[in-house]
Structures are given as structure tokens and as C-alpha cells.
């Protein structure tokens, strides 16, 4: 640790020194851009948007899309521990109602229907943008929470550039990133290349297991360390872009990616070390080709993708005399061929239309080579989908969306959305925005198939949405100010949950009903004054979802209470500070209790208590010629606080990590 204070505290000292033998003033850090943007768009009435400040994508690149997430919106990620599997809860819904796309084609997994946050860097994404609840079905349906949205996009006013990242952190932790762009304004290359690996040994308190102080009577909690807990990831994206004409773009982009990681025993495991061995391998392969072509009567766009995954679990244990013993050895294969061809066009200023046809077959195949038990599978989806927005005057905005889905050639309940933006004063972006739609979302594979206690009777899950909001927004000067405050209202039947059998494994089951209600506050506030630049960002949300259903067997508690690991109350907030050639950045998340029974009992230990994260950094950047190089100290968990986000799954104390930036 002592090896990363004086690396850090070096380079520091060199910025200025080396500068002053360029030039006489200090160098500034790169400019805040404080533009107004538009938030009165007649694609965007009624729903609610997010887009993830390009700023915040970059400070944060050697981070995983999971922290990100958790730290800058209000998506609840539920992590399994650092380096480990990460979902996301949207509005108080299930992983599954999350959907995720990559350069237009999904990438939720047709399988698990959902997407492991924690295995994307956010360094291979250029823009990043959620659809909360219902707008979401402009993409597809069954994103009852919403969904994310990754892109790539090409920097055509770049004929060369190259970026290298280096991190060295506690554990045993290294990430290395690294990006080379050529081409001019016809043509374009992007290639980025990625390794991360850490021991992820840390230390924590055990609060799994006690042991009894014979003298006082208390139980005493052991200090424990994380082990089997190693990660490793690399991968590449490479990117090509291909201007013919003024009127059409072609691109390929590739995204390929290994992953090998260990998974800790539970906390509450007391048997002997080193006895048992928990791993998982993935290998993933995603790709898509598109063709835009901007038209005299429209834009018309052709896009088809490729989204593969292999993905190999180990468990076994040491039993005397044997040796080694392999208790499960599941391999799974899934893919995913996707297909769309839309359409758009602007019927004068104030009237425009859409419209997609989605094509897509997924193919599951997994089988535990111990048990012999698994399942292949197919799935054909087929999607129409019309929208149709209308500008009327400077103050009301109409967006009606239409889809019909059908699924292995059955129609699926039709999904209307309407939505009205309203301009509450004229000549300011004072928004009232309200949208009613319906959502509709299928059993995953797993869900109906899986061995031995899918459910092939299991219904569908049907939605409907209510919600209602203000957006406002000012920019005066060098400062820009941007708030917004969103209720909403889901009811959803047949909401699918996996619970305990009398087989001693989990099958899933429909519950009769969902209710799930909220409020989203926003702010963003930023500017700069002279050479000091400031940005203030934050989020909250209040989540409520009950379960509604009536009991299912004598003495369900469940009835009424909040659904396991939902927090009622969650929040971030994040300060940048910049001073010519140095800068600051505070991180603050925040979460209530979470309950992981069904009953919400507090007398019981299986509750979580609220927990709040402060994270700092502070770091330099300076140039030489064309070389600019920074420099960043961060502290995570900065008052060392213990916690968990999955019982049994304890997350690290205090840990640091220095980030070296070289651009040219």
C-alpha cells in the first residue's frame, strides 16, 4: 500500500514541474460544456429518460456498469459480493423485468432473463441511457421496470487517438484498458482491449457465525477473510464504420469476452477450508451489423446481431478416501440470433411516425453432466411495433406507442402506451409529463424448463402502468440546473417468484398480484466559474412493492409486505470539483433495510441493515505536446463501514485503488 501512496504522491509532484518546462501557465482540466438540452421532445412525451452524462462515463471507465449504475441512478443493483454476480431491481421489480440491449440487439439472457451487470466495463460504452417503466416498450416489451440501453458510437473528428488505462488497487487488483482509433471522415476504426483480475481476498467481520466468550456470555464474531473469491476478465470490442455517401452508414461491431471466476461459500458455512471448490467460466460472443440510411421520404435502418454465451459452473468437494468429488458440473449454451428493420420519418415539424418489425430465435441447451438432468430449448418472437407523436403549439406533446408481440407463433396480449409532455409556462422548460400503458412479459426458459423443477404451466406476467411527473430545467450563464420528480404505479399479475418445494430445491410459482408504487427525484447542477468547475448530481427514490396475492398455504406472512432485498428508501449523490489541473469527486449511496424473508420479520437475523457508501478521489492531469496524463487516488468504503447487499455475502472495508490515464 505504502508502493501506491508514493506512486500517486510522485506524479502529483511532477505535473506542475514537467509543466513549467512546456510553458509558463498552469493547465486547465478540459472544459465543463453547459448546454441546454432540449427536454421538450414529442418522441420522449409521457415516459421518463435518462442519459448518463458522457463525464460521469469517462471518470468512471475502470469501473463495472454494475457500480455505475448503483452510484448515479436510481436502479437498485442486488450484488452477490465484489467481482460477483449483479443484477438490477427497476422500480421494485425483478431482474428479469430489466431489459438490456448493446448497440440495438438484447442481450438479456433468453435463459435467466437477465443480464449479470458486474461482467461489463463500463470502458467499452460511449453512451448510456435507461427507459423507466412502460417507455421502455419503444425497444421491446417485458421491461415492466425498463431498460438500459448501451451504445457505441464513432468519433469521426478523430483521425488518430490512443487511450491507455492502468489500475493497481487492494486485493491483488489490476485493470488495464486500452484503445486505439483510426480513420477519417469515411471511414472508421475502433479497437479496445481489456484485462481485469483480482485475488479479492478481503477481510471482513463474520457475522455468519459466532462463537460464545465462555467468561462474559457474548458472542464474539470472528474476523474472516473472502477467500475463493478471484475474478478474472479480458475482452475486446472492435468497431468499424463506413461512410459511402452523405446518406449511408454501415457499421460492424464485435464484442468478445472471457470471464473465470470463484464464488466464496456463504458466510454461514463452518465446514473445513479448502474443502470445497465453487467456480464459474463464461465465454460470451456478441455482434451486429447495420445499415442507416437517411432517405429523401425517411430513415430507414437494417439491423441484425448475434449474442452467444457458454457459460460452465464447477462445484465439487473432497471426500476421504476419493478425493476430489464433483457435486454439480452444469454446462450451459444460449443463442441469439436478432433481427430489425425500422423505419421513421418527420410528416412536417410537428408530426412524426415509426415503425419496426423484430425478428429474433434463441436456442438454450444445459445439462448437468453429474445429475444428467437438463433441457434444450427453443424460442421465436416476432414484434410489430407503431408509434405515432404529434407536436401541437410549443406546449402539449403526444406519443402514442403500439406493439403486438407473438411468441412461438401465439399472440400475446396487444401493449398500447399513451403519453402527454405539457409545457406549464411558456418559454420555459417547465414539463408536466403523464403516460398509462401496458406491459407484458413471458417465462424466462429457465422458468418453465429447468431441471428438475421448472414450471410449464406457468402464466405470463401482465403489467399495467400509471405515472406521472415534472422535469424542469434552466441554463443561465456558465450553470445549468436540471430536476425532475416521477410517481408511478405498476399493478402486475402473475408476477413469477421462485420459492422453496417440498423437493428441498426452488420452483417457480405465479403470485396472484404485485403492487408496485414510487416516487424518482432527480438534480443535476453544474457550471464553472473562471477556472473552477463544479457538477452536483443525485438521485432518490421511494419503492414500494407489495405483494397483493392471497396466501399460499397456511401461515403465509407474505401478504402485504414488501418483497425480499427491495429497499424502501435509496439515494446517491455525487460532487465533482475542479481547480485548473487538479479535481475532486465525492461519492455518497445510501439504502434502507432490506428484508430477505417473504414475512419482513424483524425479530428474526435474516434482514439487512441500511447501509451508506462514501467513496473519494482526488487526482492531477497535465500534458506534454499532444500527451496528456492524469493521475487519480480513489478511497472506496472511505469510513471502512460493514455491509452486506445479499445476506451471507459480505461486501469489503476500506480499500483504495491509484488509476494512471495516458491520452494522445
Do not use: C
Not at 434502507?592 to 425479530?603: A, K, Q, V, W
Request: glycine share 8%; net charge negative; hydrophobic share 35%.
Amino acid at each position: 500500500m505504502k508502493r501506491i501512496w508514493f506512486i500517486f504522491a510522485g506524479l502529483l509532484v511532477a505535473a506542475p514541474l514537467l509543466s513549467q518546462g512546456i510553458r509558463d501557465s498552469l493547465f486547465t482540466i478540459e472544459a465543463v460544456e453547459v448546454t441546454g438540452q432540449r427536454s421538450f421532445i414529442k418522441e420522449e412525451a409521457g415516459g421518463k429518460y435518462t442519459v448518463v452524462d458522457t463525464s460521469i462515463l469517462k471518470e468512471k471507465a475502470s469501473l463495472s456498469l454494475s457500480e455505475l449504475l448503483s452510484e448515479n441512478t436510481s436502479v437498485f443493483i442486488k450484488s452477490n459480493g465484489r467481482g460477483a454476480m449483479a443484477t438490477a431491481s427497476f422500480r421494485g421489480t425483478a431482474a428479469s423485468h430489466t431489459q438490456v440491449s448493446w448497440n440495438g440487439i438484447s442481450i438479456s439472457s433468453p435463459m435467466l432473463g437477465m443480464v449479470d451487470f458486474s461482467l461489463i466495463p463500463v470502458y467499452i460504452i460511449d453512451n448510456l441511457s435507461l427507459k423507466h417503466g412502460a417507455a421502455s416498450i419503444s425497444d421491446r416489451g417485458g421491461g415492466i421496470g425498463g431498460s438500459i440501453n448501451i451504445e457505441n458510437r464513432p468519433q469521426w473528428e478523430e483521425k488518430f487517438a490512443l487511450s491507455y488505462i492502468q489500475g493497481v488497487g487492494s486485493y491483488g487488483t489490476f485493470d488495464e484498458y486500452l484503445q486505439l482509433g483510426l480513420g477519417n471522415t469515411k471511414i472508421k476504426s475502433s479497437t479496445r482491449l481489456y484485462h481485469n483480475q483480482s485475488q479479492n481476498d478481503y477481510t471482513f467481520i463474520n457475522r455468519g457465525i459466532g462463537n460464545l466468550d465462555p467468561e462474559t456470555g457474548e458472542v464474539e464474531n470472528p474476523l474472516d477473510t473472502n477467500k475463493n473469491g478471484s475474478y478474472l476478465r479480458y475482452g475486446l470490442v472492435q468497431e468499424l464504420y463506413v461512410r459511402p455517401h452523405k446518406d449511408h452508414l454501415l457499421s460492424l461491431v464485435y464484442w468478445g469476452q472471457f470471464g473465470q471466476r470463484a464464488i466464496p461459500w456463504p458466510t454461514s458455512y463452518e465446514g473445513p477450508d479448502n474443502a470445497n471448490l465453487n467456480k464459474q467460466d463464461q465465454a460470451s460472443h456478441k455482434v451486429v451489423a447495420r445499415w442507416k440510411y437517411y432517405a429523401p421520404v425517411g430513415k430507414f435502418e437494417l439491423r441484425s446481431g448475434y449474442s452467444g454465451i457458454q457459460m460452465d459452473y464447477l462445484q465439487e468437494r473432497k471426500v476421504p478416501g476419493l478425493g476430489t468429488v464433483p457435486d454439480i458440473y452444469s454446462v450451459s449454451d444460449q443463442n441469439s440470433f436478432l433481427n430489425t428493420l425500422s423505419y421513421e420519418r418527420e410528416l412536417g415539424s410537428r408530426f412524426s411516425v415509426e415503425g419496426k418489425l423484430d425478428v429474433n430465435h434463441h436456442e438454450v441447451s444445459t445439462i448437468d453432466t453429474v445429475s444428467g438432468l437438463g433441457y434444450q430449448e427453443q424460442r421465436n418472437e416476432v414484434s410489430l411495433f407503431a408509434a405515432f407523436r404529434k407536436s401541437f403549439g410549443e406546449r402539449l406533446n403526444m406519443n402514442l406507442m403500439l406493439r403486438q408481440e407473438w411468441v412461438d407463433g401465439r399472440a400475446v396480449p396487444f401493449i398500447p402506451f399513451l403519453g402527454v409532455d405539457y409545457r406549464l409556462l411558456k418559454g420555459e422548460e417547465l414539463i408536466l409529463k403523464a403516460s398509462v400503458a401496458r406491459n407484458y412479459h413471458q417465462p424466462t426458459l429457465n422458468d418453465l424448463y429447468w431441471q428438475p423443477n421448472g414450471n410449464p404451466d406457468l402464466l405470463p406476467e401482465e403489467g399495467f402502468t400509471m405515472e406521472a411527473g415534472l422535469e424542469y430545467q434552466k441554463s443561465f450563464r456558465n450553470q445549468q440546473v436540471k430536476t425532475g420528480l416521477t410517481w408511478y404505479r405498476s399493478d402486475i399479475e402473475n408476477w413469477i417468484m421462485w420459492i422453496p418445494s417440498t423437493r428441498m430445491n426452488l420452483e417457480p410459482i405465479n403470485i396472484e398480484e404485485v403492487l408496485s408504487t414510487g416516487l424518482e427525484y432527480d438534480l443535476s447542477f453544474r457550471g464553472e466559474l473562471q477556472n473552477f468547475s463544479y457538477g452536483i448530481t443525485g438521485t432518490y427514490a421511494y419503492t414500494s412493492s407489495e405483494n397483493r396475492g392471497d396466501p399460499l398455504v397456511w401461515g403465509d406472512e407474505s401478504t402485504g409486505k414488501q418483497l425480499v432485498y427491495i429497499p424502501l428508501h435509496s439515494g446517491n449523490m455525487m460532487l465533482n470539483l475542479g481547480l485548473h489541473n487538479y479535481f475532486f469527486t465525492y461519492q455518497f449511496n445510501a439504502y434502507s433495510e432490506r428484508f430477505t424473508t417473504s414475512s419482513n420479520d424483524l425479530s428474526r437475523r435474516d434482514w439487512l441493515y441500511p447501509y451508506f457508501m462514501n467513496d473519494v478521489s482526488v487526482g492531477g492531469e497535465f500534458r506534454i505536446k499532444k500527451v496528456r496524463l492524469s493521475a487519480e487516488f480513489k478511497v472506496y468504503n472511505l469510513f471502512n463501514e460493514s455491509y452486506h447487499s445479499v445476506l451471507y455475502r459480505p461486501m469489503p472495508g476500506r480499500n483504495y485503488m491509484v488509476v494512471i490515464k495516458f491520452n494522445l
